[in-house]
Each structure stands twice: as C-alpha cells, then as structure tokens.
C-alpha cells in the first residue's frame, strides 16, 4: 500500500500511516500503531478517532483494550467522493455569492 497515495487523498501523514499499519496488522490497540508508526500514544489515539471519524476504521471498546480495525479501501473511495462532494457545495455558494463580491470589491475599490 502506498502511503503516498493516501496523502495525496488527503490524509495527512500520520493517518496515512495509521491506516496503512492497520492493513497490514489487523485489530491492533493505539500503543502498538503508535510504535509502528513513530508517534506519541496520545497523538495515535486522535490520529485513529479521526480515522474512524471518517469512515475508514472502527473503533471497538468491548473488551478491556480499544481495538481499532482498518475499513476496506472502498471506505477511501467514499471517503474522497466526500471530499469532493465538499468542494462542489463550495464552488456553487462561491458562484452565487459572486455578484455581490464583485460589486463589492469594486464599490470599495474605486
């Protein structure tokens, strides 16, 4: 798995890695991804809330240790289609509101 890749998606380094480590381990605990990856327990565990918060691991808290799982890379497709989906809503605000910036700008422009 590429981890450029998945930055290039828009991860950022330390979720790409996250994820990538929790492929190629499976149901792993923060200490261990931590260790995998090169980063603090504290940061790991807002790296895989935040993996999970964007659909691509799951978080289990039912037995003494958190476990995170990875979500399958159709997660990841989801995931940018999101992304896109984001930026679409933001051109289409943009362009209406784009009358009123333009007499605006050139109201106090002049």
Known sequence: MNVQLLEDIGLTKPQAAAY??????GASSAP?????????????????????????ATKDQT????LYYTASPVALEQFVQKQTEQINLRERKLKAAMPDLMNFFFAHSE
């Open 63 to 66: 037995g003494k240790k958190v």
């Open 20 to 25: 990538q480590a929790l492929v190629r381990k």
């Open 32 to 56: 261990y991804i931590a260790h995998e990856i090169g980063e603090s327990r504290s940061n790991t565990y807002k790296v895989l809330d935040k993996l999970s918060e964007l659909g691509l």
